[in-house]
């Protein structure tokens, strides 16, 4: 079992990595004290469980597992904190640690990765207030309240922003569960900030054209029509 490590105290990091030696089939492939360096590790080493802490500086945790691909690990929370783990189980987490972390409480939790099914399909984690992006290079942290609207291609879903666009591997629908109530599909390939919509502009068919608050414009089905002029009334 592959693990990745990410907590931006030090000391806290070195604990863990210490206790999970006591585990013949748990290995430990990299650490990270940031969000940003904990995408790129997990991309890179992909691991099987990600043991992560949720108060860090800029994003949190839970921003950083809604960041994760949708064939992400495992995470398991890692906190000094209770007060999220009614987040961290609604939204399925393998599981929630306490720091301090005791050996006891660990076994368990390995115990718990051992007999998960990794396969499975993710979890929502809740909704998110930043998504971070990586891209040529570089990590941007994007405020989910600046995005206007999805498009989606295959497996990615390109993130529309003020004057400039992102990709993210993600799978629309699965980002859509992410981001929560605030964004509502208008086609099998688009869905719309609803803080951004400015105009709905009738098209031939029963079809539609979603004018945003910077200018752009997204596609609106027939099919999705119905379902945005309520959400808009709302």
Same mark, same amino acid.
């Given at each position: 079992?592959?693990a990745?490590?990410v907590d931006?105290?030090a000391?806290?990091?070195?604990?863990?990595?210490?206790?999970?030696?006591?585990?013949?089939?748990?290995?430990?492939?990299?650490?990270?004290?940031?969000?940003?360096?904990?995408?790129?590790?997990?991309?890179?080493?992909?691991?099987?469980?990600?043991?992560?802490?949720?108060?860090?500086?800029?994003?949190?945790?839970?921003?950083?597992?809604?960041?994760l691909?949708?064939?992400?690990?495992?995470?398991v929370?890692?906190?000094?904190?209770?007060?999220?783990a009614?987040?961290?189980?609604?939204?399925h987490?393998?599981?929630?640690?306490?720091?301090?972390v005791?050996?006891?409480?660990?076994?368990?939790?390995?115990q718990?990765?051992?007999?998960?099914?990794? *396969?499975?399909?993710r979890?929502?984690i *809740?909704?998110?207030?930043?998504?971070?992006i990586?891209?040529?290079?570089?990590?941007?942290?994007?405020?989910?309240?600046?995005?206007?609207?999805l498009?989606?291609?295959?497996?990615?879903?390109?993130?529309?922003?003020?004057?400039?666009?992102?990709?993210?591997?993600? &799978?629309?629908?699965?980002?859509? @569960?992410?981001?929560?109530? &605030?964004?509502?599909?208008?086609?099998? @390939?688009?869905?719309?900030?609803?803080?951004?919509?400015?105009t709905?502009?009738?098209? *031939?068919?029963?079809?539609? &054209?979603?004018?945003?608050?910077?200018?752009?414009?997204?596609?609106?089905?027939?099919?999705?029509?119905?379902?945005?002029?309520?959400?808009l009334?709302?």
């Open positions: 079992m592959r990745l490590i931006d105290e000391l806290a990091r070195s604990k863990l990595l210490r206790m999970l030696r006591a585990f013949p089939d748990v290995e430990v492939v990299g650490e990270a004290s940031d969000g940003t360096a904990a995408l790129t590790l997990a991309a890179q080493l992909r691991p099987d469980v990600i043991f992560l802490d949720v108060q860090m500086p800029e994003v949190d945790g839970f921003d950083v597992a809604a960041s691909p949708d064939d992400a690990p495992a995470v929370f890692v906190t000094a904190y209770d007060q999220y009614l987040r961290a189980f609604d939204a987490a393998t599981d929630y640690l306490l720091k301090p005791e050996p006891e409480r660990l076994a368990r939790t390995v718990r990765l051992r007999v998960s099914e990794h *396969g499975a399909a979890a929502s *809740g909704v998110p207030a930043h998504l971070m990586a891209e040529r290079g570089q990590t941007h942290v994007v405020r989910c309240a600046d995005i206007e609207w498009e989606a291609a295959d497996n990615y879903v390109t993130i529309h922003l003020p004057g400039r666009s992102l990709l993210i591997r993600r &799978t629309l629908t699965a980002l859509l @569960s992410d981001l929560g109530p &605030t964004f509502v599909r208008t086609h099998r @390939s688009a869905a719309v900030a609803l803080d951004a919509v400015l709905v502009r009738p098209q *031939g068919k029963g079809d539609a &054209t979603v004018v945003l608050r910077g200018g752009a414009e997204a596609p609106c089905s027939r099919q999705y029509r119905e379902a945005l002029m309520q959400r009334q709302q």
